[in-house]
């Protein structure tokens, strides 16, 4: 089945530092979000891109579609202690609204004051 | 405006047992989908479901375990029988219709002892 790859596992950065993950898959989806998890909280959803090369921001983050449809990355700008959490990226597959998606691993974020 | 309800927030179950998981979607969102985390791992999908129908059931186990969304009332997710490898972490989302990322519940942590 389909799979998407978080890389490090981990990741520690001083607080105002800005931070990139990336998210690759084997397979092409046609819809990119990105999650962020609290512990004991279920995930919230960051952005989502809908197409490919598409770039969009939210805040202090930004977000890329690759032009492939097999790759994702999230910038963090700036960052502060409440970056805090664990990263998932998400694929949907369908090209309709409504359709399962497909998590990475997630990558957890520590932040040092 | 509450977000997704799930209850209860923690659930421990003996080997054999039936546990029975709650989710009650955003007001106004008819789709319902319900995802297991195991620790330190991403989100797999199990079931995605609008009022009285099952949409997809692909990543559900084929035994034990089953989901309904009835007319009335929350999402059940039930798994009979259960068995130390269901503990886990199950989290449902709700989403409007045409609409991509759905919200997610805060889960129901699932304990087999």
């Known amino acids: 089945g389909q799979q998407l790859n978080q890389s490090p596992q981990s990741m520690f950065i001083q607080e105002g530092e800005d931070v990139s993950m990336n998210c690759t898959s084997s397979s092409i989806f046609n819809t990119w979000l990105w999650y962020k998890q609290d512990p004991g909280e279920g995930p919230v959803l960051l952005i989502a891109?809908?197409?490919?090369?598409e770039l969009t921001s939210n805040g202090r983050l930004t977000a890329q579609f690759g032009i492939t449809r097999k790759d994702s990355f999230l910038n963090i700008s700036a960052s502060i202690p409440s970056d805090v959490g664990i990263y998932f990226c998400a694929g949907q597959l369908d090209t309709g609204a409504n359709s399962k998606l497909t998590f990475g691993k997630g990558i957890t974020l520590s932040v040092r004051p | 405006n509450a977000g997704v309800m799930q209850n209860p927030r923690h659930l421990v179950r003996r080997r054999g047992q039936e546990a029975r998981l709650r989710c009650s979607p955003m007001?106004?969102?008819?789709?319902v989908y319900w995802y297991r985390q195991l620790p330190e791992e991403g989100l797999k999908f199990m079931v995605y479901?609008?009022?009285?129908?099952?949409?997809?059931e692909s990543g559900m186990p084929k035994e034990r375990f089953s989901a309904e969304f009835p007319k009335e009332g929350p999402s059940i997710l039930r798994i009979q029988q259960v068995v130390r490898g269901d503990s886990a972490a199950y989290f449902c989302?709700?989403?409007?219709?045409?609409?991509?990322?759905?919200?997610f519940g805060s889960g129901t942590r699932l304990t087999v002892v």
């Open positions: 479901l609008q009022k009285e129908n099952i949409i997809d």
């Open positions: 891109l809908y197409k490919a090369g």
């Open positions: 007001k106004g969102h008819s789709h």
């Open positions: 989302a709700s989403s409007p219709k045409g609409f991509y990322g759905y919200t």
